[in-house]
């Protein structure tokens, strides 16, 4: 099992192969088709991800002291966004995703590539996924 950074340091390598922004879109879409699918009853008012444009919603769970996330939305470029959080915080330890630094998403460029609204999304989906941790990190103690 990799650890957060390795993973991290994966999809950076993964982004750093396309040469423009359209590729690297149509690799997030890829992405987004990999996602873990939530299941339908968590597709509601309290798993959906306030300040996102589009709608997505996140379920997390803790099997063996790890958090396991799905999620799902509406927008393929959304899905995208979310599948590469999900792909390096999910499985891991909750202490493990609060220690876990956001700077990849820099580092591959989303940020500047993305409208303002998706940016303020992608905001709201790092803030719920360690949101998440921080329920399951009081738990274990």
Known sequence: MSNIKEIQEE??????????W????????D???????????????????????????????LMDDKVIFTADSDAIITKGIIAILIRAWSNQKPQDILNADTSFIDEIGLKEHL??????????MIKQLKMYAVAYQSQLN
């Not at 590729?23 to 879409?29: A, K, L």
């Not at 992405?31 to 709608?55: A, F, N, R, T, V």
């Not at 409208?115 to 709201?124: D, F, K, Q």
Request: hydrophobic share 35%; proline share 3%.
């Open 11 to 20: 999809i950076i390598d993964e982004f750093a192969m396309f040469d423009d």
């Open 22 to 29: 359209m590729q690297r879109y149509e690799y997030m879409i």
């Open 31 to 61: 992405l987004g088709k990999s996602l873990p699918i939530i299941d339908e009853q968590y597709k509601d008012e309290d798993h959906i991800i306030k300040g996102c444009q589009s709608k997505v919603w996140v379920h997390a769970g």
């Open 115 to 124: 409208s303002p609204t998706r940016a303020n999304g992608l905001v709201s």
